[in-house]
């Protein structure tokens, strides 16, 4: 039993190989934040469109601008009001930041090294040509790509394309994550709840995790442990990018699964992975829909959540999927050896005197207590058969604030 | 003028301390991910409803258990469908993770340290009582918190306020904002752009800001420079938790927004603020709802929104507002000294050979430049006078990425 046990990183790395990103839609711009760009941004003008003044001042000739000179301001250019006529010898015109720089000024006087009176204003401070003015196409030229495909929008993002004059944009479709829990014990909270039953957790939380990935949850009614019923909502997976089922994927229990779903042409992989929580993994096609089965677990369900299907939903939204970023962190507490599956410690984060940060492993991991995880600030990384660790020695950690999860 | 820069921490502060937490609504479980709870959440059951098993295997009496021993199987025990009946001498129960233990059980005997033959069970290994069980209540108890009031919910606290059979939540009201971007030069995306005028980004980009930070953002029409059209606006303040303004911020232009408001009751705060980019802002209060004016310029604004906006969102919902948090980072480049405005240098981040996050602050940070605040990373912080500082030494910078900005 031992030798079959998929490391984590192949299980992943295999899942993501299957997956391909879902199709364009076009998405007011408004709607754009934390969408997948599916083709890339183009500056429709440029910014700024002349070159314009940095500061409120006056646009007058570098040349005319010594201290001391006086200057007959002959007009003014507010933001938005550009200045039509022609800076000529000895003269100035008002200017406000963000105005255009009339023909014949070079240079921009700052209003507080100048006094004004009766329509002239005084040089206290000598201008050099070019000062305080922004040139034409400073931050970006009509044309230039000013966001690239596969970019995750921002609101700097949005703000960006809505300034390169971009309304509307070509994103990936949200991937729809069909959620299938299963299960003769499971109640919905609120429902009652079966004699010896408990009451289902995993498929919200499921959602939740997509839906703050990125996805699109669609959270299918309870199957009981019946291929009938199994197999009844398995004909409707063509309606999703991925169909995510919990429970059922235990030793025996498998073949439940397998069984129900095998009428509707399910190439099944069921894989025991090396690591803890939640070994136990199914992984296949119902047509052309892939099938990732989680443990019915929910700690397990959620870590195998983090390790796989946050990877598979970046995949889907077109973004490179990997495993979540880590934080290089200091265990708090000795660690003993590992064992020969990869461990996902359920720690809470403190900062220490030092402003370093420091990583409490819960002092029990079973993977029952969801509470733990709930209350948990990150999952401590050990590799399989990582060597002991004395306490303040670092660890890398999953921060699942940084994750939404 | 010098003296009348107001600090950063002390600007935020005063506007933290006008606002008050939303009321609180009823949300389903299934919508509650990253909502804050007004309520603490209860459990309202025990989970494990009683000792189950933590393995496949045996339910067994330790005392009949040792290697060698072989068992009757009497009855099975799966998750949600309890043994009726008692485990006597010399007899023991299948029992599959999270099924009950049976009265008399007071053991698992693991199914890999197991025999099984027609109706019986051979103990290969000598089993110790309360091995394998998992008591009633380890995970949490009915009547105990499981998650406290004031607590943004993530996708686990979903699993865990689920598996405790809380079909509702009481949350804090998403804060309603209300978006107006002022400007006579100012159009939207794609509608005709006025002479010497540019694209309007700030609205866009805010409600971006103000989603992502749990907000309900409303984008106001553009008004005009023109005090008719900004009080007509402001009389429908009252409908929002807070107003923010851009544009109408800057010397002079101030007078026009309160001049404007005056009609409505606005209680003008004209505030210069000790910082870059962003210094002008206003703060005030239209009848009961507060107004907080960002700068035209829009990497002022997005850098005030994270200074401020954030924050202010963040109480509005029941959450500590605060500074953003920051992490400490290399900078790549020497810095010069600060002057008397603290600084927010727009950075990119790697990571060097030996996993130190460096931050390169951008050469040119000249504030009308939004596709560099599109490309950074981070928010380098200089604090006002901070000394020069070496490559290789540590700063402060906020992650924009953690803000979802």
């Known amino acids: 039993m031992a030798d079959d046990l998929l490391p984590v990183d192949e299980a992943r790395a295999r899942i993501l190989a299957e997956l391909t990103p879902t199709a364009a ?17 183009t500056a429709r003008l440029t910014q700024p469109p002349a070159d314009v003044s940095a500061m409120d001042g006056y646009a007058v000739r570098a040349m005319d601008s010594a201290e001391g000179a006086t200057l007959a301001v002959v ?11 022609t800076v000529g010898p000895g003269e100035a015109v008002r200017i406000f ?11 921009v006087l ?39 495909a596969g970019r995750k929008l921002t609101a700097r993002d949005i703000g960006l394309a809505a300034a390169s004059n971009n309304p509307w944009l070509a994103v990936h479709r949200r991937p729809r ?19 010896g039953g408990i009451v ?3 498929a919200h939380a499921l959602a939740a995790l997509v839906r703050a990935s990125g996805g699109d949850a669609v959270v299918l009614p309870i199957a009981p442990d019946d291929t009938h019923a199994i197999a009844e909502v398995a004909a409707t997976a063509h309606a999703f990018d991925l169909l995510v089922t919990t429970g059922g994927a235990s030793v025996g229990e498998h073949d439940l699964i397998q069984k129900a779903l095998g009428g509707e042409g399910f190439a099944l992989g069921f894989w025991k992975i090396a690591m803890r929580p939640g070994k ?21 369900a959620l870590v195998c959540g983090v390790v796989f299907l946050i990877p598979a939903i970046a995949t889907l939204s077109g973004l490179p999927g990997a495993a979540a970023p880590t934080r290089r962190v200091v265990t708090a507490v000795a660690l003993p050896e590992n064992d020969r599956r990869a461990d996902h410690l359920r720690a809470t984060l403190s900062v220490d005197g030092d402003g ?4 409490t492993p819960a002092q029990v991991q079973d993977s029952s207590m969801l509470a733990t995880l709930a209350r948990a600030d990150a999952l401590v990384l050990r590799a399989p058969f990582a060597p002991a660790l004395p306490a303040g020695a670092e660890v890398e950690a999953v921060m699942l604030a940084e994750l939404g999860v």
Chains 1, 2 share one sequence.
């Open 177 to 195: 994550i069909g959620i299938l829990a299963t299960g003769d014990e499971i109640a919905l909270p609120g429902d009652p709840i079966p004699p």
């Open 280 to 300: 136990p993994l199914i992984w296949g096609r119902l047509g052309r829909t892939p099938v990732l089965g989680l443990p019915g677990n929910p700690v397990s």
């Open 75 to 85: 007009g003014t250019a507010p933001a938005g009001r550009p200045f039509g006529g």
């Open 200 to 202: 289902s957790s995993n």
């Open 356 to 359: 370093r940060m420091m990583a």
């Open 110 to 148: 700052l209003q507080e090294d100048a006094t004004a009176s009766d329509g002239t204003v005084r040089v206290n401070e000598t201008v050099k040509a070019g000062r305080h003015i922004r040139r034409r196409g400073l931050d970006f030229a009509e044309g230039a790509e000013v966001l690239p």
């Open 97 to 107: 930041t963000g105005g255009f720089v009339p023909d014949g000024a070079d240079a």
């Open 25 to 41: 839609e076009t998405v007011a711009l408004a709607e754009g934040a934390g969408r997948v760009l599916a083709r890339g941004v």
